[in-house]
């Protein structure tokens, strides 16, 4: 069993900052990349950012230049570094994590953290 549990959302200002954090416990094995999710309300889920394990990042054009993901591996964490915010921001985050096993890739997600940005 695995479980994702992440912190750090909450209501920001407009062009304020948040970080939000994403840890893994339980069974993991071989996390081969990590990626961070969100879900605006009547829209659909969209990919943010996402890590590889070797350090390979890649964001959604409407958040590069303002987000910066980042992992401790060792503790089995990704970060999403938030900055410059704006309201079209404000969604329910989610973190995904793919494990790879011997012959199949198995995803994982989190609860999910609410950002909120007000003008």
């Known amino acids: 069993q695995v479980r994702l549990v992440e912190s750090g959302g909450g209501l920001v200002q407009a062009g304020g900052s948040l970080r939000l954090s994403c840890t893994a416990s339980?069974?993991?094995?071989?996390?081969?990349?990590m990626s961070w999710y969100r879900q605006a309300p009547g829209k659909q889920r969209e990919l943010v950012a996402v890590?590889?394990?070797?350090?390979?990042?890649n964001y959604a054009d409407s958040v590069k230049d303002r987000f910066t993901i980042s992992s401790d591996n060792a503790k089995h964490t990704v970060f999403l570094q938030m900055n410059s915010l704006k309201p079209e921001d404000t969604a329910v985050y989610y973190c995904?994590?793919?494990?790879?096993?011997?012959?199949?890739?198995?995803?994982?997600w989190g609860q999910g953290t609410q950002v909120t940005v007000s003008s």
């Open positions: 995904n994590y793919i494990m790879v096993g011997r012959s199949a890739e198995y995803n994982f």
């Open positions: 339980g069974s993991i094995f071989n996390i081969n990349r």
């Open positions: 890590i590889t394990s070797g350090g390979l990042t």
